[in-house]
Structure formats: C-alpha cells, structure tokens
C-alpha cells in the first residue's frame, strides 16, 4: 500500500530592501512551490515578478489567517508544498504565521524554515551596542501611557532593546524614551539595505532634534535600539570588594582602628561592625 506524500510549508525570508539579498535557496522554493501565501499578495507579486516566478498566491495576514489554517491544511495533505512569506524580512517576526505554524507543528506537518535577511538582527550587527544579550519588543504600544508603561518596565534591563516603529510614531517614541531613560544611548536604523540606509546615535532628545530639523530623517520604517542599564552590584559582590579593602588596609599596616574609620567612610555602615571584621581577620 502506498502512502501519499504530504505537503510541506516553508517559511521564506524575503529582502527587506535590496533584492538581491533573496538566497538563491529562498528563489528556488519560491519558484517549485504549489502555491504562496503572502502577508500582502500585491505587494509579493513584484518580487516574484522581479524573480520571473508565476505561482499562485493567497493572502494570509493579521485579520485572517486563523480563517486560513483550514485551507492551507487541507492543501498540504493533498500533498502541495506551500511557501509562506510577509511583506520583508522573516516571517513570524512581528508578521503573520505564528497561528498558522503552531497549528501545523500540532498536526505534525513539515514546517521548514529558509532563513534570509531579518530587519532585527541587520540592525543589531551595525549599530555598535552590546549584542551578546538582546530583548526584542515587537512595536511599542500605540498609545502614549501604554508605550511608557511598556518602557518603565524594562528600564532596569541590562539586555540591548530591541523594537520596531512607524515613521509616523518615530517623534512620539523618542519623546517618551526621553521621559523614562534620558540620558540612555539609542540607535535609529531606517531604510535598512535600501539607497538611504541610515544610522543615527545619540540620546532621545538629540535623536529627535535631528529628526525634526531633517524631516528626511523620519521617513521609512525604523529599528529602534537602546543600550541596557549598567549592571547593578549585588550583595555579594560588595562584601568581596570589602573584604579586599580590608585586607588590603591590614598588609599596609593600618591599625584596626584607623581601618574601621576608613572603611565607614568609604563603604558606610558603623565604625564598630568594620572594627569587628578587621578584628577577625586580624586574628
């Protein structure tokens, strides 16, 4: 008895400005699929124009891919192979699919990814700040007190943060970053593999005085990138750092009563505690 091949879905990354970042994987799955299941079918079919490729499509966005899984699944267990794509960049990522994958992982479908350019971390690789460790936020909220209910939250985060924004909401961002982390440093990335790539650094309110003297600055859509809180000393670092002290006062020959009037005045608490410990570690 023979078993009918089913269907896989691949999910293609797609340039985010300059078309020749495709892969020449990405263009030949693009061009054997049955069929394409793009974020915006119209804005896809100049890319598949550009690439001489004619398969068929079907929207697959926000308002309707829960609606979409159904079709799509039955289509894969007839056995057609299916390319999943968004407007740029990698699907999933602050793009439609997420609903559509999960489902299809649960049913135990191939889901196969292509990987290509990511708006996220094309950014991250050129603007010059900590990349070891990164938190991404997707958009921030559209409504002032949300967005800076959003940022007062992760104001303590040592990780880079990471988020998109609309040139139309690029001054509101700004003016809100510079209400809960002024004097934090911040990366714009706008128009990224495109003629008018640019980053801008500084802080908040340097970033949106450059922004409103050059209205060309706020046009495109933006990476937003801001460095992560300096570390915090904990505990048990600091009673390293006083144990050292008062070593360190002990082999220069400091009488224990002298050191503990140093160490109050250098570390804080009460003279009487510092003389104890350099008392114990004296003996």
């Known amino acids: 008895m023979t078993h009918r091949r089913t269907g896989t879905l691949y999910v293609v990354a797609t340039p985010i400005g300059n078309l020749d970042d495709l892969s020449t994987r990405a263009a030949a799955i693009l061009g054997s699929v049955a069929r394409i299941a793009a974020e915006d079918t119209r804005h896809s079919s100049r890319l598949l124009g550009h690439l001489g490729i004619s398969v068929p499509m079907l929207s697959l966005h926000e308002h309707n891919e829960a609606a979409r899984v159904a079709q799509l699944t039955a289509y894969l267990a007839a056995g057609e192979d299916i390319a999943l794509i968004s407007d740029a960049g990698t699907p999933l990522i602050s793009d439609p699919g997420f609903i559509l994958v999960r489902e299809l992982r649960a049913l135990d479908y191939p889901v196969v990814p292509i990987p290509g350019p990511s708006a996220l971390i094309t950014a991250l690789s050129a603007a010059g700040l900590p990349t070891n460790r990164f938190r991404f936020g997707g ?8 967005r800076k209910q959003v940022l007062e939250a992760l104001r303590e985060s ?39 790539e640019t980053f801008l650094s500084g802080t908040p309110a340097v970033l949106r005085e450059r922004l409103v003297s050059d209205p060309n600055q706020a046009r495109g859509e933006f990476v937003v990138m801001i460095e992560g809180a300096q570390p915090t000393v904990d505990t048990e670092q600091q009673e390293i750092s006083a144990d050292t002290l008062l070593n360190a006062l002990l082999a220069e020959g400091v009488g224990v009563k002298q050191g503990a009037a140093l160490a109050a005045r250098l570390l804080g608490g009460r003279k009487q505690v510092w003389y104890a410990r350099l008392q114990a570690i004296k003996d």
């Open 139 to 146: 958009f921030l909220p559209a409504k002032a007190g949300a």
């Open 158 to 196: 040592e990780e880079t943060l990471v988020f998109y924004e609309s040139p139309h909401r690029i001054l509101h961002t700004l003016d809100t970053l510079d209400a809960v982390m002024p004097e934090r440093p911040v990366v714009l990335a706008r128009e990224l593999t495109k003629t008018f």
